[in-house]
Nanobody, 123 residues
Framework: QVQLVESGGGLVQAGGSLRLSCAAS????????MGWFRQAPGKEREFVAA????????HYTDSVKGRFTISRDNVKNTVYLQMNSLKPEDTAVYYC????????????????WGQGTQVTVSS
């Protein structure tokens, strides 16, 4: 059973930065694709970014390209989401997800999920 624990969320002013972390245990992290998703109040969960098992291939939703960076450390079994130039519309609960296959951009592509961490961006 894979367990994912996110951290690093918080309250930040527009234009600021946060780095989210997601620590994985119980699975073969170095063979997995990882993704970040977010869900704002009253909205569906949406894809943010994904990274393949080696960290060499990444994919982002258009609204975060150039501002967010996904990365991973296969020694620490951790995936990161560096978020810069944050905007109020980035406010959401952010979830990391684990997939025992190639990276994907759909929620149902992923096998395990963290509990989420709140990110609030004030204007």
């Amino acid at each position: 059973q894979v367990q994912l624990v996110e951290s690093g969320g918080g309250l930040v002013q527009a234009g600021g930065s946060l780095r989210l972390s997601c620590a994985a245990s119980g699975g073969t992290f170095s063979m997995s694709a990882m993704g970040w998703f977010r869900q704002a109040p009253g909205k569906e969960r949406e894809f943010v970014a994904a990274i393949n098992y080696s960290g060499l291939i990444t994919h982002y939703t258009d609204s975060v390209k150039g501002r967010f960076t996904i990365s991973r450390d296969n020694v620490k079994n951790t995936v990161y989401l560096q978020m810069n130039s944050l905007k109020p519309e980035d406010t959401a609960v952010y979830y990391c997800a684990f997939r025992l296959s190639k990276m994907g951009s759909r929620s149902f592509d992923y096998d395990y999920w963290g509990q989420g961490t709140q990110v609030t961006v004030s204007s």
